[in-house]
């Protein structure tokens, strides 16, 4: 399902700083690591998700943030705390993991809500 999407775009949208902060942004610059890249194709999605329902009406921008945006959101909390097990701990990407795990339940609430931005979430 993740692999169909759109690349991110070019940038750091201030909506998807909610998973990491900037972190994985950095790590990528930094590092090029496997991990972050695929970090970054998992929020890519989600950001391709948000761009079809840019100028919705909140209940058909909730409807499609509820059929595809929180099974994704799943995917990447799996995606995780899995990855998170094989990193270093204290690494950048470690320390980005944690970020990302510590902040779940706030980071995900736009996924609940037609209205809401992800703007809110930073």
Not at 9 to 19: D, F, I, S, V
Not at 50 to 71: H, I, K, S, T, Y
Not at 74 to 90: D, H, K, M, N, P
Request: aromatic share 8%; charged share 15%.
């Amino acid at each position: 399902m993740l692999a169909t999407r759109p690349c991110l775009p070019t940038g750091r949208p201030n909506w998807l700083a909610w998973l990491t902060s900037g972190e994985v942004f950095d790590l990528h610059a930094a590092s090029g690591s496997p991990v972050v890249d695929e970090a970054l194709r998992r929020i890519a999605w989600l950001y391709a998700i948000e761009q079809d329902a840019a100028g919705m009406m909140p209940a058909a921008g909730l409807a499609l943030r509820q059929e595809q945006a929180v099974p994704t959101l799943a995917e990447i909390y799996t995606w995780l705390l899995a990855t998170q097990r094989t990193v270093a701990t204290g690494s950048g990407t470690g320390k980005a993991i944690d970020h990302a795990l510590k902040r779940w339940q706030a980071l995900v609430r736009y996924a609940s809500s037609g209205i809401l931005p992800r703007a809110s979430l930073i």
